[in-house]
């Protein structure tokens, strides 16, 4: 059974409806086609996410659920926790069998070859990235969807990083003038974001994208070279601060349900592991 969180969201619309928030699906699935390697790390992933067929059970219940009485579909990336022939073959079916808009952001493991074996930058995801990109049904760096008035856009700011590009094309969505909500993998930071996750999470990093230098100092090095925000990335980050079109921020990558805010008290909803079935459900309303 699915674990859903329900959240009613205020924001300029044309009419109120309901989106189906996803995200961290994780599937595991591999075949004949794929080397030992990748066949003993589907094994071993069972320990984190729970057997295939478990993961592929709570996807094809979010989909059936959000089919059935939502508007909208969102994913925050992760659907996939690594490159696989049957992976791939699962994305590409499930996608289209969703009959309501889609808008999907990737997520780290989309592009993950044999988890954690490589420093993951451009590179490493130019490995697999058009092989992705063909089970998905929207562009994976960038897109964006209008519905009822929002518009919706998914940047892959998975590495923890952002591109100049990505604010170019941020830029040109403003002028259309609809009030935006962002589909991102990554949570952006913010302190309030920050203390909780240290409180649940109990480790010496936090996973979000943007943390600034006196929080990043305590980092162990791979997690600090990892989560240190780029020059690009800053200026992102400033854009998203001043620009009164930003609405809402919704995210994955944590595994645990969270709502907080972020700069300008802009409301930022992480969602949990959907491989254990969690899902939020938005009801997006006019303010009043
Ligand atoms: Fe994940």
């Known amino acids: ?149 929002i518009n919706f856009i998914a940047i892959d700011n998975s590495y923890y990083l952002f591109k100049k590009r990505h604010l170019l094309q941020l830029k040109d969505e403003c002028k259309k003038g609809f009030p935006i909500i962002l589909l991102l993998h990554n949570p952006l930071f913010s302190e309030g974001l920050h203390d909780l996750s240290r409180q649940i999470r109990k480790q010496p990093c936090t996973y979000l994208c943007g943390v600034p230098d006196e929080y990043l100092i305590a980092y162990p090095p791979a997690r600090r070279e990892q989560q240190t925000p780029d020059e690009p990335t800053l200026e992102m980050l400033d854009f998203l601060r001043a620009e009164p079109l930003i609405k809402g921020i919704f995210a994955g990558h944590l595994h645990y349900q969270i709502t907080s805010t972020c700069t300008r008290d802009i409301p930022q909803i992480v969602t949990g592991g959907n491989y254990n079935g969690a899902v939020t459900e938005l009801f997006i309303r006019n303010p009043e």
């Open 1 to 149: 059974m699915l674990n859903c969180t329900r959240i009613e969201l205020k924001v300029p619309c044309t009419k109120p409806f309901r989106i189906l928030l996803a995200g961290d699906t994780h599937l595991i699935h591999v075949d004949e086609q794929d080397d030992l390697r990748k066949q003993e790390l589907a094994v071993r992933r069972v320990r984190d996410f729970g057997p295939a067929e478990e993961v592929q059970a709570y996807w094809d219940e979010t989909i059936r659920y959000a089919n059935e009485n939502c508007n909208l579909f969102l994913h925050a990336g992760d659907l996939i926790d690594f490159v696989s022939h049957k992976n791939c073959a699962v994305m590409k079916e499930s996608l289209a069998s969703i009959r309501i808009p889609l808008l999907m952001a990737a997520g780290n493991h989309e592009f993950s070859q044999y988890v954690g074996e490589a420093k993951e930058d451009d590179a490493y995801k130019a490995q697999s990235f058009e092989q992705i990109q063909s089970a998905a049904r929207n562009h994976l760096d960038f897109a964006s969807l209008q519905l009822n008035g």
